[in-house]
């Protein structure tokens, strides 16, 4: 699903490397928190994963595909096969809850028959179902958050990616916000949290791979942090 062979990565503007030399893998339905401080690289993890930014040395695959040698017109159709979260939600401010969602589909030019079909379904799955017509300014964090899940997991991709998915919750919403994703990967998806949330690291004793000064300093299963 996820492979990180003798990674390396310099921005131009900096004479520090972000990663240095790093290799893991992440199976299919796997569920993995990648956690460090910040400034460690976790952040230059997601966006090799997603093709923001490319390794300066070594090789990211994910779903079988090298994302290095993808095309910058092969990157958005690559992308839709992962749902990301942000821990600024990131939502459309002038769209209510059912748009933000189906926007997600409308990208790839999903029929309006789909859209009222699977946006329901989504909303439904993440308990927002009496809130499709309010607008982002209207609900709670942990709602927008909710959201922004389901907007992730409308085109029903393999893998989940999310960074700092609990960082503006209060600890009972990161909690739920975990479960959630739980639950999803429960079904088959693959899912990766990038966090600094030792708690909630601690209470749900995944797979953990820890990034320190760009290096990987731990990987270990059923662990905290």
Same mark, same amino acid.
């Given at each position: 699903?996820?492979? +990180?062979?003798n990674?390396?990565?310099?921005?131009?503007?900096?004479?520090?490397?972000?990663?240095?030399?790093?290799?893991? $893998?992440?199976?299919?339905?796997?569920?993995?928190?990648?956690?460090g401080?910040?400034?460690?690289?976790?952040?230059?993890?997601?966006?090799?994963?997603?093709?923001?930014?490319? %390794?300066?040395?070594?090789?990211?695959?994910?779903?079988?595909?090298?994302?290095?040698?993808?095309?910058?017109?092969?990157?958005?159709f690559?992308?839709?096969?992962? !749902?990301?979260v +942000?821990? =600024?939600? @990131?939502?459309?401010?002038?769209?209510?809850?059912?748009?933000?969602? %189906? +926007?997600?589909? @409308?990208?790839?030019?999903?029929?309006?028959? /789909? #859209?009222?079909?699977?946006?329901?379904? %989504?909303?439904?799955?993440?308990?927002?179902?009496?809130?499709m017509?309010?607008? *982002?300014?209207?609900?709670?964090g942990?709602?927008? $958050?909710? &959201?922004?899940? %389901? @907007?992730?997991? &409308?085109?029903?991709?393999?893998?989940? &990616?999310? =960074?700092? *998915?609990?960082?503006?919750?209060?600890? $009972?919403?990161?909690?739920?916000?975990?479960?959630?994703?739980? /639950?999803?990967?429960?079904? !088959?998806?693959?899912?990766?949290? #990038?966090?600094? =949330?030792?708690? #909630?690291?601690?209470?749900?004793?995944? @797979?953990? #791979?820890?990034?320190?000064? !760009?290096?990987? &300093?731990?990987?270990?299963?059923?662990s !905290?942090?």
């Amino acid at each position: 699903m996820i492979e +990180f062979n003798n990674v390396s990565k310099l921005y131009q503007n900096s004479q520090t490397w972000a990663l240095s030399d790093i290799s893991f $893998q992440i199976n299919p339905g796997e569920f993995v928190f990648i956690v460090g401080s910040s400034g460690a690289g976790k952040s230059t993890i997601t966006k090799l994963i997603t093709g923001e930014e490319s %390794a300066t040395e070594g090789e990211v695959i994910v779903n079988g595909i090298s994302v290095g040698a993808l095309t910058v017109k092969e990157l958005p159709f690559f992308r839709r096969s992962i !749902g990301m979260v +942000f821990q =600024d939600f @990131r939502l459309l401010s002038s769209m209510n809850v059912f748009e933000n969602v %189906a +926007f997600a589909l @409308r990208v790839r030019g999903a029929r309006m028959s /789909e #859209i009222k079909r699977v946006v329901p379904n %989504a909303l439904a799955m993440v308990g927002l179902s009496d809130k499709m017509t309010a607008k *982002p300014s209207e609900l709670s964090g942990g709602e927008q $958050q909710r &959201v922004a899940l %389901a @907007r992730a997991m &409308v085109n029903n991709p393999p893998l989940l &990616v999310a =960074d700092e *998915p609990t960082g503006n919750l209060d600890p $009972q919403m990161s909690r739920h916000i975990t479960s959630l994703m739980e /639950e999803i990967n429960s079904r !088959g998806t693959t899912v990766v949290v #990038i966090t600094h =949330d030792r708690e #909630i690291v601690n209470e749900f004793r995944k @797979r953990v #791979i820890e990034i320190d000064t !760009g290096y990987v &300093v731990r990987d270990e299963f059923h662990s !905290g942090y």
